[in-house]
């Protein structure tokens, strides 16, 4: 079955303790990308990657890091998570050629950062 | 900037129903919009998408979107609701990095009332 996985699906953490959100997919997608979902701002894109070693800043990357070794994987780190950090996650891939903007989402990652 | 506005956190509709949840849009050039829905507890589905051409835009389970670029709206339908439509509903449009780097909207909640 086609999919994105994300791991953990519930996080609860303290402050300054480096956490690390897996992402892979199955599906042979060059594009992966990480977003955050926020009551009342929708969602908002962290980082995002075109293909292996390839890596470029979204809308909010502060605190965050990611890094893709491999295709099928796109993990994000928080190095430092602060309370703000606090959010649902999701990573979404895509054929980097497509044009058709139809991302394939993951079920999403809930952090509480106390 | 590309950016898109869903002007109603919340509708509320009798089953049965016609629905309309709404989108409106501000791009450079072209714009390539999306709709996409969450259910409870899952990731977000592509629903349908305005590339070019004709301006009615049909998509899944039985969803169509009026593209009018006068009024910069891409405005999502439903002649008849149902209870399982019930969901969160966003409104993206491509950003001009990158042929799959989206720009949700806020989100709105639909509620259908049997």
């Known amino acids: 079955e086609a999919q994105v996985t994300q791991n953990p699906r519930y996080l609860i953490t303290v402050t300054g303790k480096k956490l690390t959100v897996t992402c892979s997919q199955n599906m042979n997608h060059e594009y992966m990308s990480w977003y955050r979902q926020d009551p009342g701002l929708g969602l908002r894109q962290i980082y995002y990657s075109m293909n292996v070693e390839v890596t470029d800043k979204g809308d909010v990357p502060e605190g965050y890091k990611v890094s893709r070794k491999e295709k099928r994987n796109f993990p994000l780190i928080l190095e430092s998570p602060s309370p703000n950090q606090t959010s649902l996650y999701f990573c979404?891939?895509?054929?980097?050629?497509?044009?058709?903007?139809?991302?394939?989402f993951g079920e999403g990652s809930r952090l509480t950062v106390l | 900037a590309q950016s898109v506005a869903q002007p109603e956190d919340q509708v509320n509709v009798a089953e049965g129903n016609p629905l309309t949840v709404k989108c409106t849009y501000s791009v450079s050039g072209n714009p390539y919009l999306f709709w996409y829905v969450q259910y409870p507890n899952r990731g977000l589905q592509f629903l349908l998408k305005y590339i070019t051409g004709d301006n009615l835009v049909k998509g899944s389970y039985g969803f169509e979107a009026e593209f009018n670029k006068s009024q910069t709206s891409f405005h999502l339908k439903k002649p008849s609701a149902l209870v399982s439509d019930s969901a969160l509903y966003f409104c993206a449009v491509r950003g001009l990095t990158g042929a799959n780097n989206l720009f949700f909207g806020t989100g709105t909640r639909l509620t259908v009332i049997p």
């Open positions: 979404a891939s895509s054929f980097a050629g497509s044009n058709t903007g139809e991302l394939f």
